[in-house]
């Protein structure tokens, strides 16, 4: 399975922005979809995941509203909404595929999108 994320960029503070990660290969039904963002100089952060049932889970991090996951099962792409952005969500956000039972370490990943948010 291959995984393309897009729709990164600069944003302004207290902007929004909706990330895409196109499944491409197989249908994504099989696996769990995962979020990760690289702030610069920091490690990876789980953000999320969903299922082609349409089940989310969020870290707990998070849970305040202002991110938001979800799919087009049709479109075979999983989608993150960031709202309300700040200067510490200026990362390299990633999406990834497992199996589940499996590690994401062991799953599938696309190259991430950057997303810079200035004042």
């Known amino acids: 399975v291959q995984l393309q994320a897009s729709g990164g960029g600069l944003v302004q503070t207290g902007g929004s922005l909706r990330l895409s990660c196109v499944v491409s290969?197989?249908?994504?039904?099989?696996?769990?979809m995962g979020w990760f963002r690289q702030a610069p100089g920091k490690g990876r952060e789980f953000i999320g995941s969903?299922?082609?049932?349409?089940?989310?889970?969020y870290v707990e991090d998070f849970i305040k509203g202002r991110f938001t996951i979800s799919s087009d099962n049709a479109k075979n792409t999983v989608y993150l909404h960031v709202e309300s952005l700040k200067s510490e969500d200026t990362a390299v956000y990633s999406c990834?595929?497992?199996?589940?039972?499996?590690?994401?370490?062991?799953?599938?990943w696309g190259q991430g999108t950057k997303v810079t948010v200035s004042s």
């Open positions: 990834a595929a497992r199996v589940p039972g499996s590690t994401w370490d062991k799953g599938s």
């Open positions: 290969g197989s249908s994504f039904r099989p696996y769990v």
């Open positions: 969903i299922d082609w049932s349409g089940g989310v889970l």
